[in-house]
């Protein structure tokens, strides 16, 4: 029985093209590989083109003669003749090679599907989540197959940001993300773009979830529709963290430690109500992970959320991932990465190549080092990044997030002690307050800022935000 998936009289007649006009073969050179083609057969003489082109050598039937000469599938090398007398539609020779590329792709989600199902029922050593996430991405690998569009001159460049003009001026939106809740991002990385990868980074405690919770919301506020992944939290703690933040911008003051305790007013639970009919309306989605899920799995869950919300007219324009270090990779091979710099290299390098494949903004969170504690001054640096080399090489933006409060409580004398009055007066005027250091803007500057962290409502604001004020914050 023929296999619907490969189309021989195409792939004839893309290898009879390629032979009459040399020229095409660096036109479909990036939309399809030897391996690519159904045909064995054919997939070979591909490959012999290449490697002639290559040389800078004619690939024609009479020069690729001898390499077939021996090849009983391609007739002793007449096969090559008759596909140059074949009917060959040059004209057509790029859409016929994208069309070798997509059945392949089919063909090989399609055996990862079958393996899959094999592997369900004889491997039950294999973890399921494992064998699910394979096929995801084998689903991600079929769709994604992209075309390299080719080098471009000086005025084609200037070109570039003659469009992008063009689509500012139609849709503001275009020249990125602006946060509704805190002016500080804005002002110290401009507006986020999609293709890009932003990291925020700190230690245990300073408030790194709290600022890309508070960041996400404050997007989706501004009417960008994003997605939250969480390989830390359950879904209930997420929401908790929601409830208090969202709580706070809509002027309902329960806090965090409320909503985990329980036991509700009334009144309460009224004011939670209201909190989650207007969240619901917000162009924002969850996701909750296990610890150690592969990056690729991740990333075809970010492709299907993509296409989710593009069903629902909204397009995805950023992904908080919280966190890197909680995420798993595997080589080429497919095998488990365990060396924690490779893993983290590879973590980095994939989540990259998602911002950039997939047309979103990534922000991610990564842990500091501990060395952060061993010095006197705690502010973090740029060497404090945990696998620092890609991490830092990789991302567009680097945010540290420091706060003075949390040290000084730690460090906070007796009664009575002849420091105490020194330290009281530091720790007041550290209060509520959240060092955002922009280290990293390969779009701008490297600066500070200081915003203010609420604790209370695991939330992150602009400085000039009351904390008590009894009037919404903002009308979602």
Same mark, same amino acid.
Request: hydrophobic share 40%; with cysteine; glycine share 8%.
């Given at each position: 029985m023929s296999d619907r998936l490969i189309n021989q009289t195409a792939e004839a007649a893309l290898l009879g093209a390629l032979l009459l006009d040399n020229k095409l073969i660096l036109e479909v050179a990036d939309r399809v590989k030897h391996?690519?083609?159904g045909d064995a057969l054919h997939g070979?003489?591909?490959?012999?083109?290449?490697?002639?082109?290559?040389?800078?050598?004619?690939?024609?039937?009479?020069?690729?003669?001898?390499?077939?000469?021996?090849?009983?599938?391609a007739l002793e090398g007449q096969y090559l003749d008759e596909l140059v007398d074949s009917p060959a539609v040059v004209a057509g020779a790029p859409a016929i090679a994208d069309q070798v590329a997509d059945l392949a792709g089919r063909r090989h989600a399609r055996q990862v599907m079958i393996d899959s199902l094999k592997a369900l029922e004889d491997d039950l050593d294999r973890p399921v989540d494992e064998i699910c996430a394979q096929v995801e991405a084998a689903g991600y690998e079929a769709a994604s197959h992209t075309i390299d569009d080719g080098s471009s001159d000086g005025g084609d460049m200037i070109g570039f940001v003659e469009a992008r003009d063009d689509r500012i001026n139609s849709d503001p939106g275009a020249a990125g993300m602006s946060n509704a809740l805190i002016d500080e991002i804005d002002q110290g990385l401009g507006y986020l773009e999609t293709k890009t990868y932003n990291i925020i980074a700190g230690r245990p405690g300073m408030g790194k979830s709290a600022l890309a919770g508070s960041a996400a919301l404050g997007y989706a506020l501004s009417g960008h529709a994003g997605l939250c992944i969480n390989l830390e939290m359950s879904k209930e703690q997420s929401g908790i963290r929601l409830a208090a933040d969202a709580?706070?911008? #809509? =002027?309902?003051?329960?806090?965090?430690?409320?909503?985990?305790? =329980?036991?509700?007013?009334?009144?309460?639970?009224?004011?939670?109500?209201?909190?989650?009919?207007?969240?619901?309306?917000?162009?924002?989605?969850?996701?909750? #992970?296990?610890?150690?899920?592969?990056i690729r799995r991740?990333?075809?869950?970010?492709?299907?959320?993509?296409?989710?919300?593009?069903a629902r007219g909204h397009k995805l324009a950023f992904v908080v991932l919280d966190y890197l270090g909680l995420c798993s990779a595997t080589d080429a091979e497919g095998r488990v990465i365990d060396d924690t710099r490779k893993k983290m290299n590879t973590v980095s390098k994939m989540v990259k190549r998602m911002a950039s494949e997939l047309d979103v903004c990534v922000i991610a969170l990564a842990q500091l080092s501990r060395g952060v504690e061993a010095r006197q001054d705690k502010r973090p640096m740029m060497s404090d990044l945990k696998e620092s080399g890609d991490l830092e090489q990789d991302a567009d933006s680097i945010t540290m997030v420091y706060r003075?409060?949390?040290?000084?409580?730690?460090?906070?004398?007796?009664? =009575?002690?002849?420091?105490?009055?020194?330290?009281?007066?530091?720790?007041?005027?550290?209060?509520?307050?959240?060092?955002? #250091?922009?280290?990293?803007?390969?779009?701008?500057?490297?600066?500070?800022?200081?915003?203010?962290?609420? =604790?209370?409502?695991?939330a992150v604001r602009s400085r000039d935000v009351d904390q008590f004020s009894d009037t919404p914050h903002f009308a979602f």
């Amino acid at each position: 029985m023929s296999d619907r998936l490969i189309n021989q009289t195409a792939e004839a007649a893309l290898l009879g093209a390629l032979l009459l006009d040399n020229k095409l073969i660096l036109e479909v050179a990036d939309r399809v590989k030897h391996s690519d083609f159904g045909d064995a057969l054919h997939g070979r003489i591909f490959n012999a083109m290449m490697k002639f082109q290559a040389k800078g050598m004619r690939a024609d039937a009479m020069t690729l003669r001898p390499l077939f000469l021996h090849d009983q599938d391609a007739l002793e090398g007449q096969y090559l003749d008759e596909l140059v007398d074949s009917p060959a539609v040059v004209a057509g020779a790029p859409a016929i090679a994208d069309q070798v590329a997509d059945l392949a792709g089919r063909r090989h989600a399609r055996q990862v599907m079958i393996d899959s199902l094999k592997a369900l029922e004889d491997d039950l050593d294999r973890p399921v989540d494992e064998i699910c996430a394979q096929v995801e991405a084998a689903g991600y690998e079929a769709a994604s197959h992209t075309i390299d569009d080719g080098s471009s001159d000086g005025g084609d460049m200037i070109g570039f940001v003659e469009a992008r003009d063009d689509r500012i001026n139609s849709d503001p939106g275009a020249a990125g993300m602006s946060n509704a809740l805190i002016d500080e991002i804005d002002q110290g990385l401009g507006y986020l773009e999609t293709k890009t990868y932003n990291i925020i980074a700190g230690r245990p405690g300073m408030g790194k979830s709290a600022l890309a919770g508070s960041a996400a919301l404050g997007y989706a506020l501004s009417g960008h529709a994003g997605l939250c992944i969480n390989l830390e939290m359950s879904k209930e703690q997420s929401g908790i963290r929601l409830a208090a933040d969202a709580g706070f911008a #809509l =002027g309902v003051k329960l806090t965090a430690s409320q909503l985990r305790k =329980g036991g509700l007013s009334r009144q309460d639970r009224a004011d939670l109500t209201i909190i989650r009919e207007k969240v619901k309306l917000l162009p924002l989605k969850f996701r909750s #992970l296990q610890p150690d899920t592969d990056i690729r799995r991740i990333w075809s869950i970010v492709a299907r959320e993509k296409a989710l919300f593009a069903a629902r007219g909204h397009k995805l324009a950023f992904v908080v991932l919280d966190y890197l270090g909680l995420c798993s990779a595997t080589d080429a091979e497919g095998r488990v990465i365990d060396d924690t710099r490779k893993k983290m290299n590879t973590v980095s390098k994939m989540v990259k190549r998602m911002a950039s494949e997939l047309d979103v903004c990534v922000i991610a969170l990564a842990q500091l080092s501990r060395g952060v504690e061993a010095r006197q001054d705690k502010r973090p640096m740029m060497s404090d990044l945990k696998e620092s080399g890609d991490l830092e090489q990789d991302a567009d933006s680097i945010t540290m997030v420091y706060r003075e409060e949390y040290y000084l409580q730690q460090s906070e004398p007796k009664a =009575g002690d002849k420091d105490r009055e020194s330290w009281e007066a530091e720790y007041q005027a550290s209060r509520d307050k959240v060092d955002l #250091l922009f280290v990293k803007n390969r779009h701008g500057r490297s600066t500070a800022k200081q915003a203010k962290f609420l =604790g209370d409502f695991v939330a992150v604001r602009s400085r000039d935000v009351d904390q008590f004020s009894d009037t919404p914050h903002f009308a979602f």
